[in-house]
T-cell receptor, first 112, second 116 residues
Framework: GQNIDQPTEMTATEGAIVQINCTYQ??????LFWYQQHAGEAPTFLSYNVLDGLEEKGRFSSFLSRSKGYSYLLLKELQMKDSASYLC?????????????FGAGTRLAVHP | DAGVIQSPRHEVTEMGQEVTLRCKPISGHDYLFWYRQTMMRGLELLIYFNNNVPIDDSGMPEDRFSAKMPNASFSTLKIQPSEPRDSAVYFC??????????????FGEGSRLTVL
């Protein structure tokens, strides 16, 4: 089966940097995704890692260590609009088909 | 290019009634997923299809839930009979099986179901 853990809530200050961690256990790991979800809206894609290392995309970066079953999402120069839930999702390829399993999400509140 | 289209956006029904949720995936996508989201359980995968064929329905809660995909551009999720604990937001998502961020899901706006 799959198990994905991430903190439930985090708070941070506008302009600061925040790191959201995610640990996972899965039998057929085939990539890790981060999604952002604003309240009342659908999740939207932020980043994708399949190899170890850091992927940078503007103010957002995502890191993956496959041997440790660990990823983090780094948000720099926080803005009020970054207040949202951040979902870690693991793609599992058990049985030859891709499916995406989501963690419970981390609710980030950015304060002035 | 149109995104994933779901209907209805909101549905309020009474316990025991049949509920049908509809989804049109993005053209050219060969995977379609149905998820359910609640505060308590987060985003749960219910069932997914590849090329219109159901691959894994192990997340479907019970026999009251069924899903079909009669063609590449349409899928339904049906709940019969509905119960108050089925109240949730139901998301449909689609993806393609080739390319860079393979498996990146594109979500519809969701169908918010309330069962009284």
């Amino acid at each position: 089966g799959q198990n994905i853990d991430q903190p439930t809530e985090m708070t941070a200050t506008e302009g600061a940097i925040v790191q959201i961690n995610c640990t996972y256990q899965t039998s057929g790991f085939n990539g890790l995704f981060w999604y952002q979800q604003h309240a009342g809206e659908a999740p939207t894609f932020l980043s994708y890692n399949v190899l170890d290392g850091l992927e940078e995309k503007g103010r957002f970066s995502s890191f993956l260590s496959r041997s440790k079953g660990y990823s983090y999402l780094l948000l720099k120069e926080l803005q009020m609009k970054d207040s949202a839930s951040y979902l870690c999702a693991v793609r599992d390829r058990a049985g030859g088909y891709n499916k995406l399993i989501f963690g419970a999400g981390t609710r980030l509140a950015v304060h002035p | 290019d149109a995104g994933v289209i779901q209907s209805p956006r909101h549905e309020v029904t009474e316990m025991g009634q049949e509920v049908t949720l509809r989804c049109k995936p993005i053209s050219g996508h060969d995977y379609l997923f149905w998820y359910r989201q609640t505060m308590m359980r987060g985003l749960e995968l219910l069932i997914y299809f590849n090329n219109n064929v159901p691959i894994d329905d192990s997340g479907m809660p019970e026999d009251r839930f069924s899903a079909k995909m009669p063609n590449a551009s349409f899928s339904t999720l049906k709940i019969q009979p509905s119960e108050p604990r089925d109240s949730a937001v139901y998301f449909c998502a689609s993806s393609r099986s080739s390319g860079g961020a393979v498996g990146e899901l594109f979500f519809g706006e969701g169908s918010r179901l309330t069962v009284l």
